[in-house]
């Protein structure tokens, strides 16, 4: 019964509300980084004159984009933090294979990233190859497979720092039942830690 009541609990705190409470406060003044709903695709928009915070634009409300494009944005250094998408061309679906090749390669990390946070909030990751209009046959285990691989280095290696500070955030709010302030100190003290105020 415990069991069925945390899980119960844990659900209830899966809104887009509490995901963009935990990265606001965690990134939103030490970053001036925001996390925003938005429409059909999603977006990384860098601050500029009339907006200044940057955005991290996730995709039509899902709580799953939100962490994927949390997980890009963690993995993005300070230069590419400050170029529009990070600087990458997206090529949209209808890959062909040599393009979806590409495509996998460079997901395979932000994806790895996005299990680690989905699992920590008491979710299950399903990974994506997003190439539905395509007519190139994917090999969805496989790419799965390089997936949690690069998750399992992650883990065993260290998360990069922001990562780690989400995280952290997300283990103690979820898979703790701590309060929304207590998990967002949490995320600043593991920032504090890794020193990335001056280093990053």
Known sequence: MTNEVNVSSTQERWTLDDITALFDGVFGQRY???LIRGGDEPLYR???????????I??????????HEISHWCIAGE????LEDY???????GRDA??????????IAPQALESIFTK????????????????????IEAFAARVEARAQRYLEEGLPARASAFKEALELFYGHQETLNQAV???WAVLDQANLVISD
Request: with cysteine; glycine share 8%.
């Open 32 to 34: 001036q980084t925001r």
């Open 46 to 56: 860098p601050a500029t004159s009339e907006i200044p915070y940057h955005q991290v």
């Open 58 to 67: 996730f995709a039509r409300g899902y709580y799953a984009s939100a962490l």
């Open 79 to 82: 230069k590419r933090r400050h």
């Open 87 to 93: 600087g990458y061309w997206y090529c949209p679906d």
């Open 98 to 107: 040599e393009q979806q090749k590409a495509f996998e390669k460079a997901e």
């Open 120 to 139: 920590a909030c008491g979710r299950q990751f399903h990974v994506s190859v997003d190439n539905l209009g395509g007519d190139v046959e994917v090999d």
């Open 185 to 187: 100190t949490q995320g």
